[in-house]
């Protein structure tokens, strides 16, 4: 890439002369679709990011959220106040790395969860948990698995090195993405008041100092190439954009960081991620309306002989810029060295331009907000996609549970979730696998109450963290505005399954080339579907990521909206997603929550072919989602698990275990297989008291749960006036074994 024309202009009239090639270079990266949102931010303001619960919301590294004491935590949003939240907080943020990752599918991936962890420590905070949400191209194509694979090594290698669980994400299967994969990975820190930092630079007169790895040439021009379709010779002629990661290097960083801010030495800091050393370092000032002097010679470096441009730009891993007072240099140079790490003082805060020096000479002097800050956004046209027409097959009952089951993107992802160390930290109480995972904040008992005033006692009186992130393409192909509304329904029920309730929400907006208007407008519909549900779920966006030009010589990839969500409960225990035989003959299985009588969009018609209008969602979601989590708590709830991909069928069969299966009668294929969210099958001895806290939803009976580890499944509509079907544990489990089995 080069700095547009028009660009080009602007930029001029601003230094009343032609700029420098570093500033040039400057200004193409942090310009970029990439750093600037320029196709995107005119769209960003439907989101509505204010609670009580926010602390800091967009536009810094991660947004920080304090956390609800423990006896708020199982109230709605709604019902609670400012006093209901205590002084624990937790950051959260994510990221997407997907060009990089298809490129170099192992580093692309690793340097990813590097970044989004920097981002958390440069809040103040203590990365412990990440969720990563990964999309591919078919599961049936050579290429598809090679990048699967490598983007699974490298998340595991990286995260396991450095010490941080990977809980909970999702994976999807979809031929959108044949040319161009997506990784997107968020994280979760822990702070406090105390301990919080920014990214606001503070006071002229500070230094900025460099801790970390020694600069090299690795990750140049990243920005810009992230901001560009991927072309046909990606995996050879961008390599030198991607970064290559040290995790052990990473590790050390998370260490010392986390001295540095215990012994409050750092005023604010920002990662080296996009554009460097000089977007992290720009940028940090320009939000605190300073300047800074920099002398790009004291760059400590690992290869001889590097120019002002690739030591402004080179996305080297491991790096952290911080402001840091005169008088506490020397206390930070010594943890460095503590913690085997570079140390260099670059340069100082001030009160006018940025200005960067290299041998002696300015390569850089211009105005920071207007480096930072002074893209000129896009006025992009768009057209809005229409809904298909209703086209149904008619398979046999049989034939369609097992393709249905089988499907990559809805069979077991244990696979992908076994070569993560999900349990180092001891805080990982609900594991990968479920419908959300829980992470235990003991230090949230401090906050008990006078009743409750030794709460930690089997984990009842912490708080929960409840975990989950992912986005369904099939659903925002079909439709990008309804689908994108029921990705975050279907999130919040995750998190209602396991008695949790949303506290806010982080996105990242995947999608293709904005400059094609049916993209654009597929675009468009998934940023205001997911403005529109999580305002309805009371769930504050604070923070995110896009990621355009997602095109390839394959194509534009689906509309994606990956939401990752969090929310909150009392203690740390859930009702499993497994049928329980033990009380069988006392307990009746239900399914809570209205259907959409529709089946666009599912895994259904992706394997049987044919047609239809995404179902209908529900209207108060907020409620749909409290009553949920009310039901997942009662005393009498035995299992709980949300229907979603694949529907009752998929449901069913991930609840079937060798001890406990079910038989259950439907009325017809479309409530088998339809996947409309808010929606959970619930095993209880009390169904009375499920009807109860139900409220206006409906309650159905499904049948029985029985002992023999076999779903028998029967609809009362088919060829022969009705259809049914007997499948034992071990077939099911062969059928959504498919991922683990292909790879073994």
Not at 245 to 263: Q, T
Not at 566 to 582: F, H
Not at 644 to 663: F, H, I, K, M, R
Request: proline letters at 6%.
């Amino acid at each position: 890439m080069s700095l547009p024309e028009t660009d080009h202009e602007l930029v001029v009239a601003e230094l009343d002369r032609e700029p420098t090639p570093a500033e040039a270079e400057l200004f193409e990266n942090l310009w970029s679709e990439h750093c600037a949102y320029r196709s995107s931010r005119p769209l960003l303001s439907a989101f509505d990011s204010e609670g009580d619960a926010v602390v800091v919301g967009p536009g810094d590294d991660a947004a920080v959220l304090a956390v609800p004491d423990p006896d708020a935590a199982n109230r709605p949003a709604a019902e609670r106040d400012a006093d209901d939240y205590g002084d624990v907080y937790v950051t959260f943020g994510i990221e997407s790395h997907n060009h990089p990752s298809y490129v170099d599918p192992v580093d692309g991936a690793a340097t990813g969860v590097g970044g989004i962890v920097r981002d958390t420590m440069s809040m103040g905070a203590y990365p412990i948990a990440l969720l990563d949400s990964l999309y591919f191209g078919g599961f049936d194509r050579e290429h598809s698995r090679y990048l699967f694979e490598g983007v699974v090594e490298g998340i595991s290698h990286y995260g396991n090195c450095i010490g941080v669980p990977t809980v909970g994400g999702s994976v999807a299967f979809h031929d959108g993405y044949e040319g161009n994969p997506l990784v997107n990975v968020a994280c979760v820190g822990l702070t406090n008041e105390d301990r919080l930092v920014t990214a606001t630079a503070q006071e002229p007169g500070n230094k900025l100092v460099l801790v970390g790895n020694a600069t090299g040439r690795d990750g140049l021009g990243g920005a810009s190439f992230a901001s560009e379709d991927l072309a046909e010779d990606a995996e050879t002629e961008d390599r030198p954009a991607v970064q290559v990661g040290d995790p052990y290097a990473e590790k050390r960083l998370i260490e010392c960081n986390e001295a540095l801010v215990d012994e409050g030495l750092v005023q604010s800091a920002r990662d080296l991620g996009a554009a460097g050393l000089g977007g992290a370092s720009s940028e940090l000032v320009a939000k605190g309306a300073l300047g800074a002097r920099i002398d790009l010679n004291r760059v400590h470096q690992r290869e001889p002989k590097m120019n002002a441009l690739e030591i402004l730009l080179a996305e080297s891993q491991e790096r952290m810029c911080y402001e840091v007072d005169p008088e506490d240099v020397d206390r930070v140079r010594e943890l460095a060295d503590r913690f085997d790490l570079g140390c260099s003082v670059i340069g100082e805060v001030t009160d006018g331009n940025y200005v960067c020096e290299f041998d002696g000479e300015t390569v850089v002097d211009v105005d920071a907000d207007f480096l930072a800050e002074g893209a000129p956004m896009n006025d992009l046209d768009s057209v809005e996609p229409t809904q298909p027409d209703r086209d149904l097959p008619t398979p046999d009952l049989s034939e369609a549970f097992e393709a249905v089951v089988a499907a990559p993107s809805t069979a077991s992802k244990r696979w992908v979730y076994r070569q993560y160390d999900h349990e180092v930290g001891t805080r990982t109480a609900v594991k990968p696998g479920d419908d959300a995972a829980i992470v235990a904040l003991r230090e949230t008992a401090a906050n008990a109450t006078d009743e409750d005033p030794e709460p930690i006692d089997e984990g009842d009186g912490g708080v929960g963290l409840a975990l989950s992130s992912g986005a369904n393409p099939n659903w925002t192909n079909v439709a990008p505005y309804e689908g994108a509304r029921a990705v975050a329904i279907e999130n919040a029920t995750n998190l209602a399954a396991k008695g949790a309730l949303p506290l806010a929400a982080v996105d990242c907006l995947n999608g293709g080339n904005p400059e094609k208007e049916d993209v654009y407008g597929g675009f468009k519909g998934i940023v205001d579907g997911l403005a529109d549900a999580c305002a309805d779920l009371d769930t504050p966006v604070v923070g995110g990521n896009v990621s355009l030009y997602n095109d390839s010589v394959a194509g534009p990839i689906p509309p994606t909206p990956t939401l990752a969500l969090i929310g909150t409960k009392r203690g740390y225990d859930a009702p499993p997603a497994a049928l329980d035989a033990a009380v069988a003959d006392d307990s009746e299985l239900l399914l809570v929550g209205g259907t959409g009588d529709a089946l666009g969009g599912s895994a259904y018609l992706a394997a049987a072919g044919g047609s239809d209008r995404f179902p209908e969602l529900p209207e108060d979601p907020a409620a749909v989602v409290s009553a949920l989590a009310s039901i997942a708590r009662h005393d009498s709830t035995v299992a709980t698990h949300d229907v979603s991909d694949g529907g009752l069928a998929v449901a069913l069969a991930e609840l079937t275990t060798e001890t406990a299966g079910a038989d259950v009668e439907l009325p017809d294929h479309m409530a088998v297989f339809e996947e409309t969210p808010g929606r959970v099958v619930v095993q209880t001895t009390d169904p009375d008291a499920v009807a109860e806290l139900a409220g206006d939803l409906p309650v159905v009976r499904l049948g029985d749960v029985t002992t023999d580890g076999t779903l028998s499944l029967s609809v009362a509509t088919g060829s022969d006036g009705g259809e049914s079907i007997d499948v034992d544990v071990d077939r099911i489990r062969e059928l959504r074994g498919v991922i683990e089995r292909e790879l073994a």
